[in-house]
């Protein structure tokens, strides 16, 4: 059967899913379609959350042409250096390596004068 992801605020995915396929697998696709992040996906019908181990199956009012809504999570600077580092590290020293990266962070940003800050911005704004 096909379901259709509606993207709050962005653009819709149409889907190929059996009644096996799990809420997980379903992001697993998104992820690959739309480059949405698994840990940045909630997945919606009729204001209730998908349970991520849960079958298709397990929701009767999912059918052949179905629209899910998807809220995309917006993440942290923490969140997306963790992701960044779990690329080419284990969870543990993912883990490690963001906890010292945010320390870094923190203590450089505390350095910034409000001057500093205001540079910076004026170089962004073409």
């Given amino acids: 059967m096909q379901i259709i992801i509606k993207v709050l605020k962005g653009q819709d995915c ?5 009644s096996s396929t799990t809420i997980y697998q379903i992001k697993q696709e998104i992820e690959k379609k739309l ?4 840990s940045a996906q909630k997945i919606l019908i009729l204001g209730r959350t998908l349970n991520d181990d849960q079958p ?5 009012n ?3 042409g179905t629209k899910l809504n998807l809220i995309v999570i917006k993440q942290d600077l923490k969140d997306i250096i963790h992701r960044s580092f779990r690329k080419y590290y284990n969870e543990n020293q993912s883990a490690q390596l963001t906890k010292e990266f945010m320390m870094d962070f923190d203590k450089k940003l505390k350095e910034f004068s409000l001057d500093d800050i205001e540079r910076i911005a004026e170089q962004q704004i073409p």
């Fill in 14 to 18: 149409s889907l190929d899913v059996t």
């Fill in 35 to 38: 480059n949405i992040p698994l």
């Fill in 56 to 60: 298709i199956s397990a929701y009767p």
């Fill in 62 to 64: 999912i059918k052949d």
